[in-house]
């Protein structure tokens, strides 16, 4: 069950192609979420920083974007059919979102133990909830038996070029709403955005650095990075809860590897300090997974002063009583 | 001590000339705000509702327009000796922060009890803090005395036709970026924010009703506006901080009787519900006056259904925790 091992690589050529009519694509669906700036940020961090706000974008996140693109793609039989995604957090709403709006049934895996609100979040959309059993099969595994069972569509969090692709299209408009910028810096999970993102800057802005930002305990995308093979972590236990994916894709970690500058780790402390310095002072209520870019600024883990800096802000689904009592922790 | 009866009350024509030149002075050094929608908030609310985010505003609310409106148009000897305002809340940020980029020395009358984040936000941008005591003279007649004193310019919360102004350039950019309104929803408290948007429809989109939200326990505005004259409130007890001002002034109420269509009430517990839905669902943080448009329109008190509807979000300057723990009581 992987992308390049059912298709291969595609090529830099095909992807460009694709991504052009992605863009497109998107841009007819989603919000154009605007780009925040902040003097006190700016002052903090040394580097004049550009802020795409991906929490204000539809169901709260970018991932509306990837699941847009791919399932806006199928056929009225494929949609009629209905799709099919595993995830506990910001894929899972954007999968319900997008089958709601364009008709399709979807089925989502989620662990019973998903926190209440991104269950009620799910089911608001319309979508089937199936709880997977941690003793039997994986999720992935009964994604998978439900795709070929009900001849559904499986849509992928992070592993296919049209779920990257479209998350590379705030990049896309950060680069011409920001205008020419030095580095770049992303969130990395699964590394869907983080490859999309390489791939824009790749594109539209070529001598611009894109940089990954990691939770420290989820350090599996920057160990990949370095030792040139695909890591793992498991289970890591960090506050940042979009980026606790146990590792990247070959297809992601292969664009990784050939468009990242670099990849960075910041720790749940500073972390935590950086998303509450976003809520006070730039008032977006914002995930800590959204904060990363803004973490790796403050924490000094990316020196980046003197730069004129974009930075994905990521999603702002919050369980806000979790985070708040996180911060007086 | 009183702008009308030391000026008499500014005819229509001159506003008008003003507010030309007030737009090109506060587009130069304000933030041009983003107007965020919500598909959620639309179908709650039966209304396609557009918000201007003034919570994203340089010191997080609108109060920076006014104040930059009226300190920008002093002279260089003006700016040398100084500013002084009375206020604990936005709009002493407004002033600290204008006045040290414009170079002038602020003193900000604020009450020793005013909570310790808006303190420390007041001395950061460098001003000098001048606490009053309940028992004796009144802020405003400190702060009367302090501008005789020193020489220096008194900037009042509301009551001058360049702090109204500039607060009206907000609803201006709003009705150039949404497109025609049916309706402006506005937060009312010393009425500046109020008056200067229902001048702003009446020469930008004279068909557009303007609305103010006021909170129930601070209804002084709503009261005046029914009674015609004005009416005062003493020391409300209300989330809504930064409506809790005890009366209209002669010229925003002239201005509120001849251009506002209505003012509405919206009690405490609607209010912070609405709060809490806009963290979550718009993931804007707000205060709580600040969602007191939005608050109108979920609970009813403003019915605008099928309408296309403006509200202006006022301001984020929050005490997180004290905000958290009053969603859960």
């Given at each position: 069950m992987s992308y390049v091992a059912d298709h291969g690589v595609p090529t830099l050529e095909?992807?460009?192609?694709?991504?052009?009519?992605?863009?497109?694509?998107?841009?007819?669906?989603?919000?154009?979420?605007?780009?925040?700036?902040?003097?006190?940020?700016?002052?903090?961090?040394?580097?004049?920083?550009f802020l795409k706000a991906e929490n204000l974008q539809r169901m709260g996140a970018f991932k509306f974007r990837g699941a847009w693109?791919?399932?806006?793609?199928?056929?009225?039989?494929?949609?009629?059919?209905?799709?099919?995604?595993?995830?506990?957090?910001?894929h899972a709403q954007a999968v319900a979102l997008v089958?709601?709006?364009l008709g399709a049934p979807a089925t989502i895996v989620m662990p019973s133990f998903a926190p209440r609100a991104k269950l009620a979040a799910v089911?608001?959309?319309?979508?089937?909830?199936?709880?997977?059993?941690?003793?039997?099969?994986?999720?992935?595994?009964?994604?998978?038996?439900?795709?070929?069972e009900r001849g559904c569509t499986l849509v992928p969090p992070f592993d296919h070029p049209d779920i990257l692709l479209g998350q590379g299209t705030a990049a896309a408009e950060l680069f011409e709403d920001a205008g020419a910028l030095d580095a770049l810096l992303v969130p990395v999970g699964g590394g869907g955005l983080l490859s999309g993102s390489a791939l824009a800057a790749h594109w539209l802005a070529p001598t611009c650095r894109v940089i990954?930002?990691?939770?420290?305990?989820?350090?599996?995308?920057?160990?990949?990075?370095?030792?040139?093979?695909?890591?793992?972590?498991?289970?890591?236990?960090?506050?940042?809860?979009?980026?606790?994916?146990p590792s990247l894709s070959e297809l992601t970690f292969a664009l990784i590897r050939a468009h990242v500058a670099d990849i960075v780790t910041v720790a749940d402390a500073p972390l935590l300090a950086a998303t509450r310095f976003l809520w006070e002072?730039?008032?977006?209520?914002v995930e800590p997974t959204g904060a990363l870019g803004v973490a790796a600024l403050l924490s000094g883990a990316a020196d980046l002063r003197g730069k004129r800096v974009g930075v994905v802000i990521s999603g702002g689904n919050v369980d806000l009583e979790a985070v708040v009592a996180a911060f007086a922790s």
């Open positions: 095909y992807l460009h192609e694709r991504f052009a009519d992605t863009r497109t694509r998107v841009s007819a669906a989603a919000h154009r979420t605007p780009v925040v700036t902040s003097r006190t940020l700016d002052a903090r961090t040394g580097a004049q920083v693109n791919m399932i806006s793609r199928l056929s009225r039989a494929e949609l009629a059919r209905g799709v099919v995604a595993y995830s506990s957090g910001n089958a709601r709006e089911a608001e959309y319309g979508a089937e909830i199936l709880h997977y059993d941690l003793l039997g099969e994986g999720r992935d595994a009964l994604a998978v038996r439900v795709a070929r990954g930002a990691e939770p420290a305990a989820g350090d599996d995308a920057a160990r990949s990075f370095r030792s040139g093979r695909i890591e793992t972590v498991k289970d890591p236990q960090t506050i940042a809860d979009g980026a606790r994916t002072r730039t008032k977006l209520l």
